[in-house]
């Protein structure tokens, strides 16, 4: 080497913590003579590698396959090794030797997860994309790994504010770094209707747009919020997760919060409208009428569009903060409620709900719906996401077998202010309650974070409410309970926040 290049510290911190960390002698250097071998099958994972580790160090570093093998270089080796029955499902294991990086799993996500490890293994440099006169040594370890929870979840809403695709894909890349596996994009409510659909142009013509947003002392700001994605974007941006092994899943928000819908639709509604595409927040008293077929007939007609788009078997319906004040007055909803011999008008929601997971499950998908749908007659299928009120009552539906994911709201609310929620809080949150019998932890599929944009107006505030409590609820969705320590990850957090610096990502506290 002529040039004097500076020497980089690697270290092992890692988040989320692996199950198993065994430090060894020696490091490995990354040159421009390093090889990445791979199966046909995890072109995609090696290209990825290639891609993050060419941008920062300036290496074009060749992607080869097994065999034939280079025996002079030095090698970062990727494989599914489907014999293996140490590893467990989304599970990997990484060796690095100072002649050898060595990342096997059983599946493809599997290895990208070893991936993104080996990715925190190197120096924060790693995340910029010039930094060139380093040299690039790793320290060696072996690791074995795998998550706790098989939902790893975070959740986005566009409806309240609209931030576009490359703020979608730069929290997709933390998510990926981070291990998470689930993208929930909650895309339409009261305030704005944020997707193309093709059957109803008048959902993105009208319900996309709005006049203003009313301000904590209850003027109108005059600042119009408008945006959604066109059905091309929505492919891109499911593209660009699947590439992160991130699952996205939509979320249309029915019956309730749906201002944004009748204002489009208005004879969706129990009254007729017409209505304006909400200005202000919190619970919006005009629904869609559970009477009217047409109701079923445009959410079916939706949901159909929304089947086709993305690939994700669980479908998000929301559910939640649906008051019946409209539907006790409405004729329609009165002769639903007599046909169908329903007792109350409550039981009007989970009347509509059983509907759409019926249809949805005639089309191969699955219903999710926040924990307002649980009720004894809900279709046992539907999946709950419990965010506020009686723990007690969402235990007893787990108890009878119902899959739950848990959203704390007041743990993993993400816009809630670092005040009420700290960052300890977020970690200490644990997803399966106390008075649980381990029998039933199964139903516990995991864990999601959830920033609502009432007040989250562009990306800085978006990133400065996200991070870094996101990093603590991807430890608690991955690492072994036994495992978790908050000193622990307070020191490994000084690394990563290196890392979002260099990534030009905002934080908060
Ligand atoms: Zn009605």
Redesign the pocket.
């Known amino acids: 080497m002529t040039l004097k290049k500076e020497r980089s510290i690697s270290e092992i911190s890692i988040i989320p913590e692996p199950v198993k960390i065994i430090p060894e002698d020696g490091e490995f250097i990354l040159t421009n003579k390093t090889v990445i071998l791979t199966d046909a099958q995890l072109k995609k994972n090696a290209e990825f590698l290639k891609k993050i580790l060419t941008q920062a160090t300036g290496f074009n570093l060749p992607i080869k396959e097994i065999p034939p093998r280079d025996k002079d270089s030095n090698v970062i080796i990727l494989k599914v090794n489907d014999n293996n029955k140490k590893l467990k499902p989304e599970g990997y294991s990484l060796h690095i030797s100072p002649t050898e990086i060595n990342i096997s799993a059983i599946t493809p996500a599997g290895v990208f997860y070893g991936i993104q490890t080996l990715l925190q293994i190197l120096p924060p440099e790693i995340e910029s994309s010039n930094a060139t006169n380093l040299v690039w040594a790793i320290l060696c370890v072996k690791i074995e790994d795998y998550p706790r929870f098989p939902w790893r979840g975070f959740m986005l809403d566009e409806s309240r504010h609209f931030f576009g695709k490359d703020v979608v894909k730069k929290l997709l890349d933390q998510m990926a770094r981070l291990k998470f596996n689930k993208f929930h994009w909650h895309l339409t409510d009261d305030q704005g209707w944020r997707i193309e659909i093709k059957k109803y142009p008048l959902l993105t013509e009208i319900g996309s747009k709005r006049k203003g947003t009313i301000t904590p002392q209850n003027r109108l700001d005059g600042i119009p919020v408008s945006g959604f994605y066109s059905q091309n974007d929505l492919k891109e941006i499911i593209d660009y997760a699947a590439e992160r092994f991130i699952t996205i899943i939509p979320e249309i928000d029915v019956p309730g919060h749906t201002t944004a819908f009748i204002a489009s639709y208005p004879e969706l509604?129990?009254t007729g409208g017409p209505f304006e595409v909400s200005t202000h927040f919190g619970i919006h008293r005009e629904v869609l009428?559970?009477?009217?077929e047409k109701t079923f007939q445009v959410v079916q007609d939706i949901f159909d569009e929304i089947i086709e788009i993305f690939p994700s078997e669980i479908i998000h319906t929301g559910g939640d903060e649906t008051p019946t004040r409209?539907?006790k007055r409405?004729p329609?909803?009165q002769t639903r409620l007599n046909k169908e011999g329903l007792e109350k008008l409550g039981d009007l929601q989970v009347y509509f709900t059983n509907r759409i997971a019926d249809y949805l499950s005639s089309q191969g998908c699955r219903l999710m719906g926040w924990n307002e749908i649980l009720n004894e007659k809900l279709s046992k299928n539907a999946v709950c996401q419990y965010w506020f009120g009686q723990i007690l009552e969402v235990i007893d539906h787990i108890r009878n077998g119902r899959d739950v994911i848990m959203s704390e709201m007041t743990a993993v609310y993400l816009n809630y202010p670092y005040k009420i929620t700290p960052l300890i809080k977020t970690y200490q949150y644990d997803p399966i309650p106390n008075d649980l019998e381990e029998k039933y932890h199964q139903y516990i599929l995991g864990i999601e974070a959830c920033l609502w944009a009432e007040f989250v107006k562009d990306r800085k505030r978006l990133e400065w409410q996200v991070f870094p409590r996101l990093i603590a609820v991807a430890e608690t969705g991955w690492t072994p309970k036994k495992k978790k320590n908050f000193n622990s990850f307070e020191k490994r957090l000084d690394s990563y926040l290196k890392r979002l610096e260099i990534s030009g990502i905002n934080y908060g506290q």
């Open positions: 509604s129990c009428c559970i009477g009217k409209r539907w409405c329609d909803c």
